[in-house]
C-alpha cells in the first residue's frame, strides 16, 4: 500500500539520521537540521504519490526547492536543504536502496553570507566589567557565568564546546583547554590570565557551592563538567544562550545575540591584533580557511567605518 511506502521512506530518513550521527559524527544540531529538512521531502513527495526512493528524482527535488523558495526561506536554508538531499540520496545509492543517486546534480542558490555581529573592544570590556562586578558579589552563579564569559572570549569557543569541558581538560600550568569540536575533533586552546582568574574563583567559592546538593547517579555528568548549572548538573547550552543574550540586550548594535557574538568578536579582535590567518583557523577549529577568512571582511569593514568616521578627508 501507498502509506506502507511512505512509512517506510520515514524509517529510510531515520536510518540516515543515525548513519550521520553514528558514522559521520555530524553534531547534534545538523543531524536535526537535516532529519527535518528530509522529513519535509518525504511529506512532499507523500503528496505527489512519490513513495519509493527511486520515486525522489532530480524533477522533484528541484519542484520541492521551488516551493520553499517561493514560500520566502531563506538562500541559506535552500542550501541546507539541497545539501540534505543530495547526502541522502547518495547514501540511497550506496546502501542499494535507491537505483540511481538521484540528487548528484541538484543545485541550490549559494548562502548569502552576512557578516556576524561584532563587539568593539570599549564593549567588550564594558560586558567583562559588568560580570566582573556582579562576581564580586561572591554569588555562585555570577561568578560562574563571568567564568564563562571570560573564557568564551578569551579562546572564542562555540557554546557546545564550552558547555562540553570538563574540570580534566583545563591545564592551568599551560593556560590551555581542551575541547571537542565539529565532527568530534579535539583540539587544545589557549586561554589568557583574566579568564585564568575567573576560572579560579569560580572553582574555589562558587562551583563547590552548586554541586553540593547533588549526588549519584543524577550528579555524575555534573561532577566531570566545568561549569554547572543551579543544580549542579552539566551546563545547557540553553543556558549559556540566555545568559549571553542577557548581557548583550543593552548593547548598541544588529545581529546576532548569542555566545556566538563572542566566537566572532573574539576571532575578530585577534585578526585585528594582527594574528596569523592560520592560526587563528586552527584556535577556532574551522576545516576551511574560507570559513576564517570572512573575518577579515569584518575587520575591513570596521576599519572602512573607523576611516569615513575620523578621517578629515574621507
Request: with cysteine; proline share 4%.
Amino acid at each position: 500500500m501507498p502509506h506502507d511506502r511512505g512509512v517506510n521512506l520515514h524509517r529510510l530518513v531515520d536510518a540516515f539520521a543515525a548513519y550521520l550521527a553514528a558514522d559521520r559524527g555530524f553534531s547534534v544540531h545538523t543531524v536535526r537540521s537535516y532529519r527535518s529538512d528530509l522529513t519535509n521531502l518525504v511529506e512532499f513527495a507523500a503528496e505527489r504519490g512519490a513513495n519509493e526512493p527511486d520515486e525522489l528524482d532530480l524533477e522533484l527535488l528541484r519542484e520541492w526547492l521551488w516551493h520553499a523558495s517561493q514560500e520566502g526561506l531563506a538562500k541559506s536554508t535552500l542550501a541546507r536543504r539541497a545539501a540534505a538531499s543530495r547526502a541522502f540520496s547518495s547514501w540511497l545509492e550506496k546502501t542499494h536502496q535507491a537505483s540511481t543517486d538521484s540528487a548528484a546534480r541538484l543545485k541550490a542558490p549559494k548562502a548569502e553570507r552576512h557578516l556576524p555581529r561584532v563587539l568593539n573592544r570599549d564593549q567588550m570590556s564594558d560586558m567583562l566589567q559588568s560580570v566582573a562586578a556582579r562576581a564580586a558579589s561572591a554569588d555562585p552563579v555570577a561568578l560562574r557565568d563571568q567564568a564563562m564569559v571570560e573564557l568564551l572570549y578569551a579562546s572564542a569557543l562555540r557554546v557546545s564546546e564550552l558547555t562540553g569541558v570538563n574540570l580534566s581538560d583545563i591545564d592551568d600550568s599551560r593556560l590551555t583547554v581542551r575541547v571537542l569540536g565539529k565532527g568530534s575533533k579535539e583540539r587544545v586552546v589557549p586561554f589568557g590570565i583574566p579568564a585564568q582568574h575567573a576560572i579560579a574563583e569560580y572553582l574555589k567559592c562558587g562551583r563547590p557551592q552548586l554541586t553540593t546538593a547533588v549526588s549519584g547517579a543524577e550528579g555524575a555528568d555534573g561532577a566531570a563538567a566545568l561549569f554547572v548549572g543551579a543544580r549542579g548538573k552539566r551546563l545547557t547550552t540553553r543556558t549559556v544562550y540566555e545568559v549571553i543574550a542577557h548581557l548583550l540586550a543593552d548593547v548598541p548594535g544588529s545581529g546576532g545575540s548569542g555566545p556566538h557574538t563572542l566566537r566572532h568578536t573574539a576571532a575578530t579582535h585577534l585578526l585585528d591584533g594582527g594574528a596569523d590567518l592560520r592560526a587563528v583557523q586552527e584556535m577556532l577549529g574551522h576545516a576551511s580557511l574560507g570559513t576564517t577568512q570572512l573575518y577579515t571582511h569584518v575587520s575591513t569593514e570596521r576599519l572602512r567605518e573607523s576611516y569615513r568616521t575620523a578621517h578629515p578627508r574621507a
